[in-house]
């Protein structure tokens, strides 16, 4: 049975960072996309990031140049470090693994429950 599992949520204020953590079991290491979805208070689940079992990667443009989305097979764990943080990447972060497709379009085969990220000004 697939099990993610995130960590590293936490408060901090606008410019800082911090960095997730996501980590997998049940499943063959690296033989997934996977990716990082923020779910902003009254606001729909968005993408934030994806990498693909060849380490390729795609970001929002909100966050482009800032996060940094990484994976460590050998630990089986997804990573997302952010920077430069604004109010506006305040909501809850949720890991997803699947196959390409399905995580690409939002809708992957396996969620993690989430870690809160709360940017205050």
């Known amino acids: 049975q697939v099990h993610l599992a995130e960590s590293g949520g936490g408060s901090v204020q606008a410019g800082g960072s911090l960095r997730l953590s996501c980590a997998g079991s049940?499943?063959?290491?690296?033989?997934?996309?996977m990716g990082w979805f923020r779910q902003a208070p009254g606001k729909e689940r968005v993408e934030v990031a994806t990498?693909?079992?060849?380490?390729?990667?795609v970001y929002a443009d909100s966050v482009k140049g800032r996060f940094t989305i990484s994976k460590d097979n050998v630990k089986n764990t997804l990573y997302l470090q952010m920077n430069s943080l604004t109010p506006e990447d305040t909501g809850m972060y949720y890991c997803?693994?699947?196959?390409?497709?399905?995580?690409?379009?939002?809708?992957?085969?396996?969620w993690g429950k989430g870690t809160l990220v709360t940017i205050s000004s």
């Open positions: 990498i693909d079992d060849a380490s390729n990667t």
């Open positions: 049940g499943y063959m290491a690296g033989s997934y996309c």
């Open positions: 997803a693994a699947g196959e390409c497709p399905g995580v690409v379009a939002g809708a992957p085969d396996y």
